[in-house]
C-alpha cells in the first residue's frame, strides 16, 4: 500500500515539475499519434465517404473487411510493418524502422480502418433521402459529397478521437517498430512498460496518469458529441 | 387552362426499383403557374414519379422535358435542378441555423451575399419564421422544421416546386395553418407546383388539377369537381371518398348563413362569404338524405331538391345511389331504406341535406 502511495507522491511532484523526461515522453507520443492520426483523417474519411455512396459489386465485403481491420491487434501491425522496413524488406531501403516515422507508419495502419469504418457508419446513418434533398436544392456532386461530409462532421469527429485514442494508447507496434530508445522513440506508453519492468513505480505512474487524463480527455469529447442530436 | 405551356413533361416514363416496375406513367405535364394534386394511397408511385420529374432517378425508358427540351439524366443535370426544387415528407435540414437552411439553396448557386439576405429575409417573412433565424434547427417544432423546408425551397426561386407530402407528419391545426400559407405563398408567387398528398381535401383546396394514381400509373387526371364527380373507375371512387363537389356563386351572406346559387338552384349553407364569391362545396354522400314524398315542411332540412335516379351501386351494407337533381349527387342509402323507398334507376325522388353538412373552399 505504501509502494503505491509512494508512488502516487512521486508522481504528483514529477508532474508539477514538469520533469524533462516526461515532458519529452508525453510530447512525443502526441507528436506520433497525432500525425498518425490525421494521416488516418485523410485515409479514412475520403476513402469511408467514398465507400458509403458508390454502389459496386463487394461494396458488402469491403465494408466487412473495413469492420474487422478497426480492431487490428498491434503486435500484428507491429510484426508486419517491422518486416516491410526491415534492411531485407520490400522498403528497407528507406532505413526508418526504430525512428518516429516507423511508428508513424505503424499506428496510421492502425487509426486508419477505425476512422474509416466509423465515416462509412457515419455516412450511411445520414437520413436516406438527405442526398436527394441536397441534390434537389441544386447541388453539384462534389457540392452534394462535401454537404453531407459537413452533416456527418459529428460522428466523423467522434471516428478521428476513437482512432487517436486507439493508438496513443497502443504499445505493442510501437515498441516493435520504434525500439523505445530514450529521447528518440520513447513514447508514453513503451516508457510505462520499461518503468514498470525497472520498479521505477513513481514514473511509471506519472506516465500512466498523463495517459488516464489523455484518454479521459478524447472519452468525454466523444459522449459530448455522441450526445448531441441530429435536426428532424 | 389547356392553352397554358407545358413546362415539365413526362414521356412513357418507366421506372424500376430493384428489376420490379414501379411507374409507368405514358403522359404527364405541368403547365405554367398551375398546381397539381398528385393523390393515391400510400406506395403507389407518388414519390418515385416526383423524383423521376426531378431528374433524381435512373429511367428504365422514357424521357422528361423541360421546357420542351429533354433532360439528358446521365450527363450534369445540376442546371436542370437549379430551375427547380423538391420538398420531401422530412423536412431534411441541415444541422445549422433556420437562416442558414434557407440561404443554402442560394450558397450552392453562389448568389451574391446581398442578394442572398434579402432573398432569405422574404422567405422567413411569407413562412412566418423570421424570429426563428437564429434557432439551430435541432431545435424546432416539426411545423417549424417543415416551414424552414418550405422557406429554402422558395428562395431559390424554382419555376417548378415538388411538394411530396410535405404535410403528413404534422398534426391536423398545424397543417392547417400551414397548408393556409402555403396556398398563399403559392398564387403569390405564381410557382407551377405539384404537391402529392393522401387527402383529398387538401388536393382539392390547393389544385386546379388532380391526377390519382393507383399502381405506378395515372388512373384519372382532370378537375378536382371532374375526378371527384366522375371518378374514372371504382379505385377512385373509393378513394375520393367525397363524391358531391359542385360549384356555385354566394348571393347573399348574412347570420352565418350563405345563400349560393348553383346550376339554377337555391341552397342555403352554414358558412362566411360575400355576395359574388365562387365556391366549391362538397358534400359527403352520408349526408345526402333520400326521400320519395316531398320532405319541406317536416325535416329541418333546408336544401330539398327533386330529382331521379340515374345509378344504383351496391357497396356492401351501403348503396350509392346517384341522382340526377339539375346537378349531379350521390347519396349513401343503406340497403333497408333502399328496400322500403323501393327505388331503382328512373324513381322520382326528393334529396336534401342541412346547412350545416356542406364543406365550403374557396375557388381562387
Given at each position: 500500500m505504501?509502494?503505491?502511495l509512494e508512488?502516487?507522491?512521486?508522481a504528483?511532484?514529477?508532474?508539477v ?6 515532458l519529452?515522453?508525453?510530447l ?6 497525432g500525425l498518425?492520426t ?7 474519411v475520403v ?5 458509403a455512396?458508390a454502389?459496386?459489386p463487394?461494396k458488402k465485403?469491403?465494408?466487412s473487411v473495413?469492420?474487422t481491420?478497426?480492431g487490428?491487434p498491434?503486435?500484428v501491425?507491429?510484426l ?5 522496413l526491415?534492411?531485407?524488406g520490400?522498403?528497407?531501403s528507406?532505413?526508418i524502422?526504430?525512428?518516429p516515422?516507423?511508428?508513424v507508419i ?5 487509426a486508419s480502418?477505425?476512422v474509416?469504418?466509423i465515416s462509412?457508419a457515419?455516412?450511411?446513418n445520414?437520413p ?9 436544392l ?6 452534394m459529397v462535401w454537404?453531407?461530409v459537413?452533416e456527418a462532421?459529428?460522428p ?9 485514442g486507439g ?9 516493435m517498430?520504434g525500439?523505445?530508445?530514450?529521447g ?8 510505462t512498460?520499461?518503468?514498470t519492468g ?7 505512474i506519472a506516465l500512466?496518469?498523463?495517459?488516464l487524463?489523455?484518454?479521459f480527455?478524447?472519452n468525454?469529447?466523444l459522449t459530448m ?8 | 387552362?389547356?392553352t397554358r405551356?407545358?413546362l415539365?413533361e413526362?414521356?412513357?416514363?418507366v ?5 420490379t416496375?414501379?411507374l409507368?406513367i405514358?403522359e404527364f ?11 393515391g394511397?400510400?406506395g ?8 423521376a ?5 435512373q ?7 423541360y421546357?420542351?427540351?429533354?433532360i439528358i439524366l446521365?450527363g450534369?443535370t445540376t ?5 427547380i426544387?423538391?420538398v420531401f415528407?422530412?423536412?431534411?435540414l441541415?444541422d445549422?441555423?433556420v437562416?442558414?437552411?434557407?440561404a443554402?439553396?442560394l ?7 446581398i442578394e442572398t439576405?434579402a432573398r ?8 412566418r419564421?423570421?424570429?426563428l ?5 435541432r431545435r424546432?417544432?416539426?411545423?417549424e422544421a417543415?416551414r424552414?423546408?418550405l ?5 431559390t426561386k424554382p419555376?417548378v416546386?415538388l411538394l411530396d407530402?410535405p404535410?403528413?407528419s404534422?398534426?391536423?391545426p398545424?397543417r392547417?395553418?400551414?397548408m393556409d400559407d402555403?396556398e398563399?405563398?403559392l ?8 404537391i402529392a ?5 387538401e ?5 386546379d388539377r388532380?391526377a390519382?394514381m393507383?399502381?405506378g400509373?395515372?388512373v384519372?387526371s ?6 371527384m364527380n ?5 379505385f377512385?371512387?373509393t378513394?375520393v371518398g367525397?363524391?358531391n363537389?359542385?360549384?356555385?356563386t ?5 347570420g352565418g348563413?350563405l345563400?349560393?346559387e348553383v346550376?339554377?338552384?337555391?341552397l ?5 362569404g360575400?355576395?359574388?364569391?365562387r365556391?366549391v362545396?362538397c358534400?359527403?354522400?352520408e ?7 316531398d320532405p319541406?315542411?317536416?325535416?329541418s332540412a333546408r336544401n330539398?331538391?327533386?330529382?331521379t ?6 357497396l356492401g ?14 347519396a349513401?342509402v343503406t ?6 323507398l323501393?327505388l331503382a ?5 326528393f ?5 350545416t353538412s356542406?364543406?365550403l373552399f374557396?375557388?381562387?
Amino acid at each position: 500500500m505504501e509502494l503505491i502511495l509512494e508512488g502516487f507522491r512521486m508522481a504528483w511532484h514529477l508532474l508539477v515539475t514538469l520533469d524533462k523526461e516526461v515532458l519529452s515522453v508525453t510530447l512525443l507520443s502526441l507528436k506520433v499519434s497525432g500525425l498518425a492520426t490525421l494521416i488516418s483523417l485523410l485515409v479514412g474519411v475520403v476513402g469511408g465517404t467514398g465507400i458509403a455512396l458508390a454502389e459496386f459489386p463487394g461494396k458488402k465485403l469491403l465494408v466487412s473487411v473495413v469492420n474487422t481491420s478497426m480492431g487490428l491487434p498491434p503486435v500484428v501491425v507491429g510484426l508486419f510493418v517491422t518486416i516491410m522496413l526491415w534492411r531485407n524488406g520490400p522498403f528497407g531501403s528507406w532505413e526508418i524502422l526504430y525512428t518516429p516515422s516507423a511508428m508513424v507508419i505503424a499506428q496510421t495502419v492502425i487509426a486508419s480502418p477505425i476512422v474509416m469504418g466509423i465515416s462509412i457508419a457515419a455516412i450511411q446513418n445520414l437520413p436516406p433521402n438527405l442526398r436527394l434533398q441536397i441534390l434537389a436544392l441544386g447541388a453539384s456532386r462534389p457540392q452534394m459529397v462535401w454537404l453531407l461530409v459537413r452533416e456527418a462532421r459529428l460522428p466523423l469527429l467522434a471516428g478521428i478521437m476513437a482512432g487517436f485514442g486507439g493508438v496513443i494508447s497502443e504499445v505493442g507496434a510501437s515498441i516493435m517498430v520504434g525500439g523505445n530508445i530514450k529521447g528518440y522513440t520513447r513514447v508514453l506508453t513503451t516508457a510505462t512498460v520499461m518503468e514498470t519492468g525497472k520498479g521505477n513505480f513513481d514514473t511509471a505512474i506519472a506516465l500512466g496518469i498523463i495517459l488516464l487524463v489523455l484518454c479521459f480527455v478524447i472519452n468525454y469529447l466523444l459522449t459530448m458529441v455522441q450526445q448531441r442530436e441530429r435536426p428532424r | 387552362m389547356t392553352t397554358r405551356k407545358a413546362l415539365l413533361e413526362a414521356h412513357n416514363l418507366v421506372v424500376k426499383r430493384g428489376g420490379t416496375e414501379v411507374l409507368r406513367i405514358p403522359e404527364f405535364d405541368l403547365r405554367e403557374h398551375e398546381t397539381v394534386a398528385l393523390i393515391g394511397p400510400n406506395g403507389t408511385g407518388k414519390s418515385s414519379l416526383m423524383l423521376a420529374l426531378a431528374g433524381l432517378l435512373q429511367l428504365a425508358a422514357g424521357e422528361i422535358r423541360y421546357h420542351g427540351d429533354p433532360i439528358i439524366l446521365s450527363g450534369d443535370t445540376t442546371a436542370f435542378r437549379r430551375r427547380i426544387a423538391m420538398v420531401f415528407q422530412e423536412p431534411l435540414l441541415f444541422d445549422a441555423t433556420v437562416y442558414d437552411n434557407v440561404a443554402s439553396g442560394l450558397k450552392l448557386r453562389g448568389i451574391s451575399a446581398i442578394e442572398t439576405r434579402a432573398r432569405v429575409e422574404s422567405c422567413l417573412e411569407r413562412f412566418r419564421i423570421t424570429h426563428l433565424a437564429g434557432r439551430s434547427a435541432r431545435r424546432l417544432s416539426g411545423g417549424e422544421a417543415q416551414r424552414t423546408s418550405l422557406a429554402r425551397a422558395f428562395a431559390t426561386k424554382p419555376e417548378v416546386i415538388l411538394l411530396d407530402e410535405p404535410f403528413v407528419s404534422l398534426d391536423p391545426p398545424t397543417r392547417q395553418v400551414l397548408m393556409d400559407d402555403l396556398e398563399q405563398v403559392l398564387r403569390e408567387s405564381g410557382t407551377t407546383a405539384l404537391i402529392a398528398t393522401h387527402d383529398q381535401l387538401e388536393a382539392l383546396r390547393l389544385a386546379d388539377r388532380m391526377a390519382v394514381m393507383h399502381e405506378g400509373r395515372i388512373v384519372q387526371s382532370g378537375t378536382p369537381a371532374a375526378v371527384m364527380n366522375e371518378p374514372a373507375n371504382a379505385f377512385v371512387a373509393t378513394f375520393v371518398g367525397m363524391e358531391n363537389i359542385l360549384t356555385g356563386t354566394i348571393v347573399s351572406a348574412g347570420g352565418g348563413l350563405l345563400s349560393l346559387e348553383v346550376a339554377g338552384k337555391s341552397l342555403e349553407i352554414v358558412g362566411s362569404g360575400a355576395a359574388g364569391e365562387r365556391v366549391v362545396l362538397c358534400a359527403h354522400p352520408e349526408h345526402v338524405v333520400v326521400t320519395t314524398i316531398d320532405p319541406d315542411h317536416r325535416t329541418s332540412a333546408r336544401n330539398v331538391f327533386s330529382g331521379t335516379v340515374t345509378r344504383i351501386v351496391p357497396l356492401g351494407p351501403v348503396n350509392k345511389v346517384y341522382l340526377d337533381c339539375g346537378f349531379p349527387l350521390v347519396a349513401a342509402v343503406t340497403g333497408q331504406s333502399l328496400a322500403e323507398l323501393q327505388l331503382a334507376v328512373g324513381s322520382r325522388i326528393f334529396a336534401s341535406f342541412k346547412a350545416t353538412s356542406v364543406r365550403l373552399f374557396r375557388k381562387g
